[in-house]
């Protein structure tokens, strides 16, 4: 069974500019979740789709922003980069059921270079 | 904010049991241990998790104090692939803040051959 994929493995971009991350959740997996690993600030949440809707985020601005698709794929969108946005970018997937909660599965992440 | 307390660094020779131990001791009654580890710039991978009974898979096993209070990951026989940072959690079972994995610095495991 294929696991949680990630694209692409490494992105740089300009500061200001714009970057779009995506991720395939395992199948059967309905949620998805963005985790943040910059260099000396250990992993941070970031956001959590499900079903298609965004069911809870992080502390981070709203140029921090999502999807989850029909089929439970997601995109991670950053808008306005700035040079402290480059980091290790984590996607993770998990079943969900009844507001009950299960292991997360991650991905290998994308190297987010922001120069 | 982390609800666990893990020692920053172990070592351990190449087959020996490696233990790593975990304080919680704010930890609920709702609340599991979860356990992952991250080897070098891969994404964290699930280990094992337990709410006060002793848990064993293939990968690990853990044992958790009758307070609930603290916890320990034992790889049985260690070996090289398993050198990684090990990240202990706390997290509720339900609800909201259910869905967010709260990691804290981990306990970075060297094997040494």
């Known amino acids: 069974e294929a696991g949680v994929t990630q694209s692409p493995t490494h992105l740089i971009k300009t500061r200001g500019q714009q970057a779009t991350l995506r991720c395939s959740p395992i199948?059967?997996?309905?949620?998805v979740y963005w985790y943040q690993q910059a260099l000396g600030l250990g992993l941070q949440f970031l956001l959590w789709y499900d079903e298609g809707e965004e069911r809870n985020r992080g502390n981070f601005p709203p140029r921090f922003s999502g999807r989850q698709f029909p089929n439970y794929s997601s995109e991670l969108n950053v808008n306005a980069l700035e040079l402290e946005d480059s980091a290790l970018y984590l996607c993770?997937?998990?079943?969900?059921?009844?507001?009950?909660?299960?292991?997360?599965?991650f991905g290998p992440g994308t190297r987010l270079t922001v120069t | 904010d982390a609800k666990t307390t893990q020692p920053p660094s172990m070592d351990c020779a190449e087959g020996r049991a490696a233990n790593l131990p975990c304080n919680h001791s704010t930890i609920s009654g709702n609340e599991y241990v979860y356990w992952y580890r991250q080897i070098h710039s891969q994404g964290p991978q699930y280990i094992i998790h337990g709410l006060k009974n002793n848990e064993t898979n293939e990968m690990a096993s853990l044992i958790i104090t009758e307070d609930r209070k603290s916890s320990t990951l034992i790889l049985p026989h260690a070996t090289l692939r398993d050198t990684a940072v090990y990240y202990c959690i706390v997290r509720v079972a339900r609800g909201q803040g259910a869905q967010k994995l709260v990691f804290g610095q981990g306990t970075r495991l060297t094997i040494n051959p």
């Open positions: 993770a997937s998990s079943s969900y059921s009844g507001g009950a909660a299960y292991e997360q599965y």
């Open positions: 199948s059967g997996h309905t949620s």
